[in-house]
């Protein structure tokens, strides 16, 4: 089946269906099906780490789901190759949503995955604490893990901002019932 085939019940590539069933129901090993041999992931947390092939892919997004906690499909948008997958998770706590902007080869499976992770305090949070169970899975050396660690001064000062600043200085509400425009 194409990339541009579609299933009659949802609309979506077979492949992006059996995807967002995989995050869905925490299967891993359906997730890991759908990617092309040679899929590649570019960390959405730093240009410097590039991950090449199922295994090493696999292995971020397991790292990933390991950390993550109340994990949810909450919206799928796309056409022919090109598809968007919007979930939604807890990090410590706190609320992180990511888009999964997921590319399909002439194969019909990923073989493109680029993350948008918002918001910061969350995203450099996750780069702070993703290192470790990249290292035990063996994806990253342990030196890699320890620069990871590196972000957690920064993601602890985000917080701190995200927390006590940014209510203090948003921008106000305006009455209920009246916009302005």
């Keep these: 089946m194409s990339a541009a085939q579609q299933t009659p019940e949802t609309g979506l590539p077979p492949t992006i269906e059996a995807w967002v069933q995989g995050y869905r129901h925490g299967d ?3 997730t890991v099906q759908q990617m092309a041999d040679d899929v590649v992931l570019t960390s959405p947390l730093t240009e410097a780490f590039v991950f090449r092939g199922r295994h090493q892919v696999g292995e971020v997004i397991a790292a990933a789901l390991d950390l993550l906690k109340e994990t949810e ?10 598809w968007a997958v919007r979930t939604t998770a807890r990090l410590g706590g706190r609320p992180l949503e990511e888009v999964q902007w997921l590319t399909l080869g002439d194969d019909g499976r990923v073989a493109e995955v680029r ?17 470790d169970g990249l290292h035990q899975r063996g994806v990253m050396p342990r030196r890699a893990a320890f620069a990871s660690r590196g972000a957690l001064p920064m993601a602890l ?20 019932g009246q916009l302005r425009g």
């Design 28 to 30: 891993r090993a359906l």
């Design 73 to 82: 499909v909450a919206g799928v948008t796309g056409s022919g190759r090109e």
């Design 115 to 131: 993350l948008l992770v918002r918001p910061v305090p969350a995203a450099v949070s996750l780069l702070a604490r993703l290192g």
């Design 157 to 176: 000062a985000m917080d701190a901002v995200e927390r006590w600043i940014m209510p203090r200085v948003a921008p106000p509400r305006p009455p209920r």
